[in-house]
């Protein structure tokens, strides 16, 4: 089993399906906060729900109001069971604070492929 | 990030849940961006006030933090998703004027003067040279940190609140002298005779010095409405929210002229209008007043439309703060502009409240508006206060 160490930027415990993607998020606009669809035209994600993943992206994008997206969708049970950055920024931060999201970053993000099972505990990640 | 007993204990939660998540907030800020210490702020500015940006669970969360916080320094408010008086006239629906009348009484328990502008400074939240403050609402951050010389990074709405709930906000970026540096020399060799070419200067100086804080030369003269409406537009198309005009911003003379230069000349002028205008003339809506227009410039309005009326089918509105508004009101600007069939829109601005779908095409002197109507759906037309009003008048753009 790999373990992967990161940095806590929100701690705690999840475990699901990886959902990796090399593209930054943007979640104001980019993403449906009552379905947990992606939206951005031309996101490798688009059309995918990020509902119940474990959401591995290099970092946000676009507007501080993505930090209230993400809460959004934690209150609708559309946000990701945690999310794994490459470097993380202020926005996907602040969001996951105030949504309690458990959130690692400082991780090699391409050790992690779309369907891999992860779990995620504080700052290890472990590929099932 | 070391933590005084005192900042400890609020994280800890000693003084209950509003100011435990701030300090969780601004102690992971300060981790991710390597700050070793928070500092006092002298204010804040808190955006991310519009219903229609926050939903039902941005309003769940601030009626969480209004249930316990207080904010312990002097915090302002920037636009909410309409007038908080007038709104039936601008054609918000009850039901969005419901809620967003929740979320404003939910700021006004944290005690934060609801004072619903982005232009802070001009209402009493004048942060002085060298000051330390959390602002977001990245025009007035620009401000704050070029025209005033304080010291603010670009915060967002929960950030600013945090900051507010404590006081102080983690000490990185533009709150250090080293951050704060000049990294490429911005020549003017071109005139900007009207409030809009300072719009498009700013367009033009964004994108050649994006994420860089320009040290701008060339500039002879410019006025606190030319400056906000830089401000604006240079942060919007892309440099970091902090730049120096020689001769005319605090602080340019303390600092060295990169050697790195590129040149704004009369055709970079020409080129951010032919990218902001869109091929339209029927305008059905004008907005003035972003930033906010300050008392001077709906002075100006009232000047240019007296005795004339706004034609049928267009609509004409003054985005700006209450406070210049009571100042227009005893002047008699407001009686003049209202006569002519204009709308104050207080409180408020094009850029925040729910016009998808509303309106075919803007004309408006500012840069930022336009960026932010083209999420609208809106055609764009940019151009001085005159043309502004004539297209009012008219409903036409008058190329």
Known sequence: MEQLKGRIIYKGKAEGEALVTSMPISFYGGVDPNTGVVLEKGHELQGQSIKGKILVFPQGKGSTVGSYTLYRMKKNQTAPAAMINKETETIVAVGAIISEIPFVDKIDITKIKTGDKVKVEDDTISLL | ?399
């Not at chain 2, 969780?24 to 940006?53: P, T, W």
């Not at chain 2, 025209?147 to 945090?162: F, H, I």
């Open chain 2, 1 to 399: 990030m070391e933590l005084t007993k005192q900042e400890q204990a609020m994280l800890d939660g000693k003084e209950g849940y509003a100011v435990r998540k701030s300090m969780e907030i601004l102690v992971a800020l300060g981790e991710i961006f390597g700050a070793k210490s928070l500092i006092d702020v002298g204010s804040v500015q808190v955006a991310g006030v519009s219903y229609h940006n926050l939903g039902d669970a941005g309003l769940e969360f601030l009626d969480s933090l209004a249930a316990d916080g207080k904010v312990k320094v002097l915090t302002t408010l920037n636009p909410a998703g309409m007038d908080l008086e007038n709104w039936q006239q601008l054609g918000i629906s009850p039901e969005f004027a419901e809620k967003q009348n929740l979320v404003i009484d939910a700021f006004q328990r944290m005690g934060i003067l609801v004072s619903c502008t982005c232009t802070p400074y001009l209402i009493g939240n004048l942060p002085l040279y060298g000051e330390h403050v959390a602002w977001s609402e990245s025009s007035a951050v620009t401000f704050a940190n070029s025209v005033l010389g304080a010291r603010t990074n670009r915060e967002g709405g929960p950030s600013a609140l945090a900051a507010a709930f404590v006081g102080k906000t983690p000490n990185y970026g533009l709150h250090l002298d080293e951050n704060r540096v000049p990294d490429v020399h911005v020549q003017v060799n071109t005139e900007l005779s009207k409030l809009s070419d300072w719009g498009a200067l700013g367009y033009a100086v964004g994108k050649k010095a994006e994420n860089k804080i320009p040290y701008i030369t060339g500039i002879k003269t410019a006025d606190l409405d030319s400056l906000k409406s830089f401000c604006a537009s240079v942060v919007t198309y892309g440099a970091k929210p902090l730049f120096y005009v020689k001769g005319v911003t605090p602080g340019a003379e303390a600092q060295k002229q990169p050697a790195q230069t590129v040149t704004i000349e009369s055709a970079d002028i020409k080129n951010a209008y032919d990218n902001i205008n869109d091929q339209v003339s029927d305008i059905d809506f004008v907005c003035v007043g972003c930033p906010h227009c300050s008392i001077k410039e709906i002075q100006q309005i009232a000047d240019l439309i007296k005795g004339k009326k706004v034609a049928r089918g267009t609509e004409l509105w003054v985005a700006t703060s209450r406070t210049a508004k009571q100042l227009s009101d005893k002047r008699g600007y407001t009686a003049i502009i209202e006569e002519a069939g204009g709308k104050f829109a207080c409180d408020t601005c094009m850029a925040v409240a729910p016009l998808k779908g509303r309106f075919k095409a803007l004309a408006t002197t500012s840069a930022k508006g336009c960026f932010y109507s083209r999420q609208n759906l809106m055609k764009t037309k940019m151009g001085s206060m005159k043309e502004c009003v004539d297209a009012a008048v008219t409903g036409k753009w008058n190329n």
